[in-house]
């Protein structure tokens, strides 16, 4: 029987409960070698081996946000652009662009902005 999730981000895990990037780059609309930079790997690697086992704890944890994001904001479209708007807490620059930094600082700074805007009490 084949695994079904109904999560926005459902469609990028496998059979085998494995992130496929390539997928995941489609998904929220960013290109295989900005998606292997995040994940420290080179383009080429990710086309060959888009479930390989050593991205899939960096690859879990953006689906993670993104779709818990997707379900607080009310949909894909919705995440993706609040991950792409630039904002002053962030020195001007988005969630996104420092997810696809390639920087491991900058990656773990944009999930801690993310986390803080889902704790965050709405007014």
Not at 65 to 93: D, H, I, M, Q, Y
Not at 110 to 121: C, E, N, R, T, V
Request: net charge negative.
């Amino acid at each position: 029987m084949a695994l079904t999730l109904t999560a926005p981000l459902g469609n990028v895990i496998t059979d085998e409960g494995r992130v496929d990037v390539k997928s995941l780059a489609r998904s929220i609309d960013v290109t295989v070698p900005s998606i292997a930079r995040t994940l420290h790997k080179s383009a080429r690697y990710l086309h060959d081996h888009p479930t390989a086992r050593s991205v899939q704890p960096r690859a879990l944890q953006l689906v993670d946000r993104v779709n818990t994001l997707a379900g607080e904001l009310g949909g894909l479209k919705f995440a993706l652009a609040w991950l792409k708007t630039p904002t002053p807490e962030l020195g001007g620059r988005s969630a996104m662009d420092l997810i696809i930094s390639g920087e491991d600082r900058d990656f773990e700074v944009a999930l801690g902005h993310i986390d803080s805007f889902l704790m965050a009490d709405p007014d």
